[in-house]
T-cell receptor, first 113, second 112 residues
């Protein structure tokens, strides 16, 4: 079974609009962490945001917020006020128990003017 | 502060040759990870170290791959002999106490 599922291979959004990138996860470990990374066309992996399983509030970092719904095992990334520079691949990842991350297959976001 | 440094950025080699990829983690970080990214398989964890000790190498594809971390500021990933199917982008990442990982720019390896 997939540990991390990103069902949207591609998404389009108009500049200045908000967009939600979906991520669901599967774990029986009560302690885990969820991460989002951005990979622009230049290839580097950029850490965006982190949510711990025991965190009571949704994580936010500037225009990025994580919509954490523990019962549904979902950790969707919300990007507000999209910019052209947000066009990239976005990866959801989970750390359970141990220190390694398991990555989803990614969602390619394209922001158009 | 400098981020994770990887070298070389690009490597083109012929099948059968030895390839060595290098990584310098962020100073003070105690975890180091090696990943491989391909279109077919996505991002795969190969091996990771904690305080220079290999913790999990279950992702290393076969005996042709080996990794070392002789000290806290340097790690190598070696492929010997290389094969065309090893062509990929190899990332090194480091973290402090296992939290968010910071990635290097990657090494794009092409094996002809």
């Amino acid at each position: 079974a997939q540990k991390i599922t990103q069902t949207q291979p591609g998404m389009f959004v108009q500049e200045k609009e908000a967009v939600t990138l979906d991520c669901t996860y599967d774990t029986s470990d009560p302690s885990y962490g969820l991460f989002w990374y951005k990979q622009p066309s230049s290839g580097e992996m950029i850490f965006l945001i982190y949510q711990g399983s025991y965190d009571q509030q949704n994580a936010t970092e500037g225009r990025y917020s994580l919509n954490f719904q523990k019962a549904r095992k979902s950790a969707n990334l919300v990007i507000s006020a999209s910019q052209l520079g947000d066009s990239a691949m976005y990866f959801c990842a989970m750390r359970e128990g141990t220190d390694k991350l398991i990555f989803g297959t990614g969602t390619r976001l394209q922001v158009f003017p | 502060d400098a981020g994770v440094i990887q070298s070389p950025r690009h490597e083109v080699t012929e099948m059968g040759q030895e390839v060595t990829l290098r990584c310098k983690p962020i100073s003070g970080h105690d975890y180091l990870f090696w990943y491989r990214q391909t279109m077919m398989r996505g991002l795969e964890l190969l091996i990771y170290f904690n305080n220079n000790v290999p913790i999990d190498d279950s992702g290393m594809p076969e005996d042709r791959f080996s990794a070392k971390m002789p000290n806290a500021s340097f790690s190598t990933l070696k492929i010997q002999p290389s094969e065309p199917r090893d062509s990929a982008v190899y990332f090194c990442a480091s973290s402090l106490k296992g939290y968010e990982q910071f990635f290097g720019p990657g090494t794009r390896l092409t094996v002809l």
